[in-house]
């Protein structure tokens, strides 16, 4: 059975601009995630410390091992597996993916990675690998499957030994802004002639801070009101706006062809008193909040509700600053 991978492509942040020192200054939209360390393919040399059949919660577990040994190997600190909404996220995917035969980042069901994030009630920016099989065959999924320690060996190894130019996968686990990750696995009941294939989603998210709840609808035009307190760690920045039209079904097939996916441009952002803003957003020590309209010139569609920040410390007046996202929900607006 051919299996085969996908990488979640997202303007994610890490392009650095320009920022001028002035105090009008707009501040500079990340547009593309850093690259951390070679890009030559290293294969750890640690040895697997599991063998056998695992349960999920064991398979799971695993995986955040193999992801943390491979960070290791560029002296990047582990993320931590979140079992609660990152997980359910992915699981949801990997779900859809096994049963249907399919490979991408849409979901049949019209859903994007940070949709499904939102939906599983995480308020945090996500990045997703996935891999699963691409013959758009129908199988019934094992409810309690036992997954070969091998599967998850042999995912997380291509992922990483991915080659340079086209290792998205592993650079989204070499990403040093992540900090927790969830892991999706669904595996179809074997039959008399085919033995079970696991699918797997990687959820990697990046926990900064801490939100005030938004509705999940809206009407166009409406005032929003977006609140949040940021770790010590990172400086807050703004808020923006992104939009996609409205998700609608889609077919296997065409999902399995829709490989590579982008973060929607943000097609306005709100920054603090000092730049070029349309409303300033309040900002006081490592809390913001602002009052905003929400709407992209009246069209209905699914909004993503964005926090801009930057680390903490890397400022000096002069230096090139880097905005990244590091909250992305989104929101329905009729």
């Not at 994610?12 to 995630?33: D, F, K, L």
Request: glycine fraction near 10%.
């Amino acid at each position: 059975m051919r299996r085969s991978l996908v990488c979640f492509l997202v303007a994610c942040g890490g392009a650095a601009a320009q920022s001028g020192g002035s105090s009008t200054t707009t501040p500079p939209i990340p547009s593309s995630a850093p690259v951390v360390g070679s890009s030559s393919s290293v294969t750890p040399t640690t040895t697997n410390s599991r063998t056998g059949p695992l349960s999920l919660a064991d398979a799971r577990a695993y995986m955040v091992e193999l992801i943390n040994r491979d960070r290791a190997t560029f002296k990047l600190p582990p993320v931590v597996l979140d079992p609660g909404h990152a997980t359910a996220s992915g699981q949801r995917h990997a779900t859809d993916m096994a049963h249907l035969g399919y490979l991408g980042h849409w979901g049949t069901d019209g859903s994007v990675p940070e949709q499904r994030l939102t939906e599983a009630g995480g308020v945090d920016m996500v990045m997703e690998n996935a891999s699963c099989m691409t013959d758009l065959k129908v199988r019934e999924l094992d409810s309690a499957p036992m997954i070969d320690s091998k599967a998850v060996e042999d995912t997380e190894s291509m992922f990483f030994n991915e080659p340079p130019g086209h290792d998205g996968h592993r650079q989204n686990i070499l990403n040093p802004r992540h900090t927790h990750v969830g892991i999706g696995i669904a595996q179809p009941k074997p039959t008399a002639t085919e033995l079970p294939t696991a699918c797997f989603s990687q959820e990697f998210t990046d926990s900064y801070g801490t939100y005030a709840a938004i509705p999940a609808r809206v009407k166009v035009g409406a005032m929003l009101h977006v609140e949040g307190t940021l770790t010590p760690t990172i400086v807050p920045g703004g808020v923006g706006f992104a939009r996609i039209d409205a998700p609608k079904p889609i077919p296997p097939d065409k999902a399995n062809a829709m490989r590579a996916y982008h973060l929607p441009d943000a097609y306005q952002n709100y920054w603090p008193k000092g730049f070029e803003t349309p409303i300033p957003i309040t900002v006081d020590g490592q809390s913001f909040k602002a009052d905003l309209p929400i709407g992209d010139h009246g069209k209905p569609g699914l909004y993503e509700v964005i926090v801009w920040a930057k680390p903490a410390g890397k400022s000096d007046g002069k230096a090139e600053e880097t905005f990244t996202r590091v909250s992305v929900r989104t929101i329905f607006v009729d």
